[in-house]
């Protein structure tokens, strides 16, 4: 079964037990992992790795080809099967990235969501996603390679990432 992947911002998610939050009620959960989990019409944009995750990498490049800036690119991965197991719906749908193939074969959206399912996905994550960070440098190398094979045309990128990676192609020229 395929996982999913959420971009997340990890440092809201680092603590997650009853001693770091002693105001918490047994099992419930801290706001702040609410803040990466935000809709749109009540669905959620999430990624499908494959199982073998030879997609990643190219999946991570569109992520990051997203953004203003280089930065660390951190991630939540998980089962598709999570989702079953607490009733939320995944629906393929069109992806918004600088990849149309990403875009077309990987992006998903989680439908018909009430705040109660997104609270459960949330614990769900908490318990069992692995949460992981891309560093900034080795996201400039996915998106270098994304760039030379033509996953993603250069001019497509955001100005700031647009010129380190010419820069990063300058310098490994030699």
Known sequence: MPLILRKIRKA??????????????????????LGDLATNENALSVWQIDDDKSNFPRVAAALAANCDDLSNLDYAIFDQQVLKE??????????????????QNCHSDLVELSARQLVNLA????THAELK???EKEILHLLTQAVVSGQIERPKLRTKIGMKIDKYIALNKN
């Open 12 to 33: 809201r998610w680092y603590k997650n037990n009853q001693t770091d939050f002693p105001w918490l009620l047994e099992n419930d959960i801290p706001a702040d992992p």
């Open 86 to 103: 607490i009733n939320i719906v995944i629906r393929p749908s069109k992806g918004n990235s600088p990849d149309e193939i990403v875009n």
């Open 123 to 126: 614990k769900a994550i908490l």
């Open 133 to 135: 960070r891309i560093s």
